[in-house]
């Protein structure tokens, strides 16, 4: 029988036997591509169905800022840098240094980008309808999304009271997805949004998920000067072709990411003599990269392969694919599955599925696989004996197992709870922290940028090496077009004696 959590029930506690729903509401199964990867977890892919067009208003409401003017995710050189990319980053600020005595003499109105006045700066936030209406439906009303508009207006006040980006106050410009609509004429209506009814220098925020073409909006906004700011599920070639409107000191791409993962399960004694290794993994371009670029030269090192591949389309099939994929890979005698199917859903459908099968293979999870909404929605028999890696605490482990984070993340929480937001909802913290980092990374790299544009932006990232601070992972680092940065990671391990996910060891560098 399906259980179905109580009003006011901790996410993190909610029952694991909650297939019986999910599968009688495959039609509002949807992806988030969202920077925290939050609501996808529970819910699987793309939701393609007819629906209203999401809504765009603009406004500036600079009257209701925090106390306390420090500036989060700021800090001095941390002395991380490796030789190499001390040189690298020097090299980058001495370009950055002569482009802005070059561009000195072109006074306030020179060399700025879309939505950039002397005095105001335009930015977009994109935010999903429906999604806790959506949670509903499978039954998990007691998960919520939390109200990401009323987040990023926060963050917005709070920066226009304590400066604004590079003295220029944040003109905020909404754009409302509908959750229950088709994803991709909602990217094409966002981006028409944000580069021709209005002109705004960046865009961050949570959007639906992207479907077999891959990411469409970022290359969108590329080609109107707007930036993108925030992590998408790119692969390295996606970010190094949109690397100068694609930035995140959270971010990792696809490709670097699932070739740590088949490191870091490897170190962890994942692969044992004579494992054979299933995939699960979402028809999307930039997937297939990574897969191809990244895990399987990671899993060829080791001595291993993948054995047997089940590519799932990115659409309201997915969850019936995802299971289909449990006989194949227990006839073919997989004894370990990995997913390329970033959002989680891939885990829970084919646990779901595999446990009442009686199918119980090793798994290996990353952050974008939400391991904490995973521990929450699939059977706890399937999750003996997982490992993998995280660095981003609010999607890798329940509260009681956050080691804590930053500085950045400590103030970020305390600005939230000073106007009265709800810091125990994990998934609305998770994008506290993104808007904190999206706009104090935002800050620093314009205040220091020779012009307001994503040319110069992208010279003070170049040189940004470590030092700026998040809130939302452990570490940044950034190079000369390494955008995506998250900067390390930490090894998790599912704990039998808590139904839960850890981390074990210190934190360690990403390649």
Same mark, same amino acid.
């Given at each position: 029988?399906?259980?179905?959590?109580?009003?006011?029930?901790? +996410?993190?506690?909610?029952?694991?036997?909650?297939?019986?729903?999910?599968?009688?509401?495959?039609?509002?199964?949807?992806?988030?591509?969202?920077?925290?990867?939050?609501?996808?977890?529970?819910?699987?892919?793309?939701?393609?169905?007819?629906?209203?067009?999401?809504?765009?208003?603009?406004?500036?409401?600079?009257?209701?800022?925090?106390?306390?003017?420090?500036?989060?995710?700021?800090?001095?050189?941390?002395?991380?840098?490796?030789?190499?990319?001390?040189?690298?980053?020097?090299?980058?600020?001495?370009?950055?240094?002569?482009?802005?005595?070059?561009?000195?003499?072109?006074?306030?109105?020179?060399?700025?980008?879309?939505?950039?006045?002397?005095?105001?700066?335009?930015?977009?936030?994109?935010?999903?309808?429906?999604?806790?209406?959506?949670?509903?439906?499978?039954?998990?009303?007691?998960?919520?999304?939390?109200?990401?508009?009323?987040?990023?207006?926060?963050?917005?006040?709070?920066?226009?009271?304590?400066?604004?980006?590079?003295?220029?106050?944040?003109?905020?410009?909404?754009?409302?997805?509908?959750?229950?609509?088709?994803?991709?004429?909602?990217?094409?209506?966002?981006?028409?949004?944000?580069?021709?009814?209005?002109?705004?220098?960046?865009?961050?925020?949570?959007?639906?998920?992207?479907?077999?073409?891959?990411?469409?909006?970022?290359?969108?906004?590329?080609?109107?000067?707007?930036?993108?700011?925030?992590?998408?599920?790119?692969?390295?070639?996606?970010?190094?072709?949109?690397?100068?409107?694609?930035?995140?000191?959270?971010?990792?791409?696809?490709?670097?990411?699932?070739?740590?993962?088949?490191?870091?399960?490897?170190?962890?004694?994942? +692969?044992?003599?004579?494992?054979?290794?299933?995939?699960?993994?979402?028809?999307?371009?930039?997937?297939?990269?990574? #897969?191809?670029?990244?895990?399987?030269?990671?899993?060829?090192?080791?001595? +291993?392969?993948?054995?047997?591949?089940?590519?799932?389309?990115?659409?309201?099939?997915?969850?019936?694919?995802?299971?289909?994929?449990?006989?194949?890979?227990?006839?073919?005698?997989?004894?370990?599955?990995?997913?390329?199917?970033?959002?989680?859903?891939?885990?829970?459908?084919?646990?779901?599925?595999?446990?009442?099968?009686?199918?119980?293979?090793?798994?290996?999870?990353?952050?974008?696989?939400?391991?904490?909404?995973?521990?929450?929605?699939?059977?706890?028999?399937?999750?003996?004996?997982?490992?993998?890696?995280?660095?981003?605490?609010?999607?890798?482990?329940?509260?009681?197992?956050?080691?804590?984070?930053?500085?950045?993340?400590?103030?970020?929480?305390?600005?939230?709870?000073?106007?009265?937001?709800?810091?125990?909802?994990?998934?609305?913290?998770?994008?506290?922290?993104?808007?904190?980092?999206? +706009?104090?990374?935002?800050?620093?790299?314009?205040?220091?940028?020779?012009?307001?544009?994503?040319?110069?932006?992208?010279?003070? #990232?170049?040189?940004?090496?470590?030092?700026?601070?998040?809130?939302?992972?452990?570490?940044?680092?950034?190079?000369?077009?390494?955008?995506?940065?998250?900067?390390?990671?930490?090894?998790?391990?599912?704990?039998?004696?808590?139904?839960?996910?850890?981390?074990?060891?210190?934190?360690?560098?990403?390649?």
């Amino acid at each position: 029988m399906t259980r179905h959590p109580e009003p006011g029930t901790d +996410f993190c506690a909610l029952p694991r036997t909650m297939s019986g729903t999910v599968h009688k509401s495959r039609r509002v199964a949807l992806v988030l591509a969202v920077a925290l990867a939050l609501a996808t977890a529970a819910c699987g892919s793309t939701v393609q169905m007819q629906g209203a067009q999401g809504g765009v208003e603009a406004g500036l409401d600079a009257t209701a800022g925090t106390p306390g003017d420090s500036e989060l995710g700021a800090a001095g050189a941390t002395g991380d840098t490796t030789p190499g990319e001390a040189a690298s980053a020097a090299a980058a600020a001495r370009r950055s240094s002569a482009a802005r005595t070059a561009a000195s003499a072109a006074g306030a109105s020179g060399g700025q980008g879309p939505g950039v006045t002397a005095k105001q700066v335009k930015v977009g936030i994109t935010y999903v309808e429906g999604v806790d209406q959506a949670f509903a439906a499978l039954g998990a009303s007691a998960i919520s999304l939390g109200d990401t508009k009323a987040i990023f207006q926060q963050m917005i006040d709070h920066i226009n009271k304590t400066g604004g980006l590079a003295g220029r106050q944040v003109v905020p410009v909404y754009y409302a997805y509908q959750a229950a609509g088709d994803a991709e004429a909602q990217h094409q209506a966002a981006c028409a949004a944000m580069t021709q009814d209005n002109k705004v220098l960046f865009v961050t925020g949570l959007t639906l998920g992207f479907g077999p073409t891959g990411n469409t909006l970022v290359p969108c906004l590329a080609k109107a000067g707007t930036m993108w700011l925030g992590p998408p599920d790119g692969d390295d070639v996606f970010w190094s072709t949109h690397r100068r409107f694609l930035f995140s000191p959270d971010a990792l791409s696809s490709t670097r990411e699932l070739a740590n993962l088949a490191d870091s399960a490897h170190a962890q004694g994942f +692969f044992g003599a004579g494992a054979r290794i299933g995939l699960i993994q979402v028809d999307r371009p930039e997937i297939a990269r990574s #897969v191809q670029h990244g895990l399987e030269p990671a899993l060829a090192r080791h001595g +291993f392969k993948v054995d047997e591949r089940i590519v799932v389309p990115s659409n309201d099939s997915f969850p019936a694919a995802v299971s289909s994929a449990v006989l194949r890979f227990r006839s073919a005698g997989v004894t370990n599955v990995m997913f390329a199917a970033p959002g989680g859903g891939g885990p829970y459908y084919f646990m779901a599925t595999a446990n009442s099968q009686g199918y119980k293979p090793r798994y290996a999870l990353s952050t974008w696989d939400a391991p904490t909404v995973v521990q929450t929605l699939a059977p706890a028999e399937q999750l003996k004996g997982t490992v993998g890696q995280g660095f981003v605490p609010v999607l890798d482990v329940d509260a009681a197992r956050d080691p804590g984070g930053t500085p950045a993340t400590k103030q970020c929480a305390d600005m939230y709870k000073a106007a009265s937001f709800d810091t125990n909802n994990r998934l609305a913290v998770g994008q506290m922290y993104w808007a904190c980092d999206t +706009f104090f990374f935002a800050r620093t790299g314009l205040s220091k940028a020779a012009t307001y544009d994503p040319a110069g932006f992208e010279q003070v #990232v170049d040189a940004m090496g470590a030092t700026f601070v998040p809130a939302a992972t452990f570490s940044s680092r950034f190079k000369p077009g390494q955008h995506d940065g998250a900067g390390t990671y930490r090894f998790l391990a599912y704990g039998d004696d808590c139904s839960c996910f850890r981390y074990v060891g210190g934190a360690r560098d990403f390649r």
